[in-house]
């Protein structure tokens, strides 16, 4: 099992930036493949980016190709991503999940992450 904890959540002005952290205990992260999702009010939780267990692969969904950028530090248990270029229709929750699959494909489905933080809130005024 491994418990997930998000950070760096906050108020930013439209094309303004942020970075989140998400700091994982338990067992060994490096076995995870890593992914960042986001839930706004009155919608379902979308995939934003993905990461591969060594961090040598990542994906995004097209929104935020170009702007956001996923990374992780496998020796400090910590996944990262950068957002820049912030809108308004960005406000949501972010929440950073776990894989423990056996495959190496990076899943965008929330269905198939085993493990989720509690979120953070991005909150981006126009």
């Known amino acids: 099992q491994v418990q997930l904890v998000e950070s760096g959540g906050g108020l930013v002005q439209a094309g303004g930036s942020l970075t989140l952290s998400c700091a994982a205990s338990g067992r060994t992260f490096s076995i995870y493949k890593m992914a960042w999702f986001r839930q706004a009010p009155g919608k379902e939780r979308e995939f934003v980016a993905g990461?591969?267990?060594?961090?040598?692969?990542?994906d995004y969904t097209d929104s935020v190709k170009g702007r956001f950028t996923i990374s992780r530090d496998n020796a400090k248990n910590s996944v990262y991503v950068q957002m820049n270029s912030l809108n308004p229709g960005e406000t949501a929750v972010y929440y950073c999940?776990?894989?423990?699959?056996?495959?190496?494909?990076?899943?965008?489905?929330?269905?198939?992450?085993?493990?989720w933080g509690q979120g953070t809130q991005v909150t981006v005024s126009s």
């Open positions: 990461i591969s267990r060594s961090g040598g692969r990542t």
């Open positions: 999940a776990a894989d423990g699959g056996i495959s190496t494909t990076i899943n965008c489905r929330a269905s198939a992450f085993h493990y």
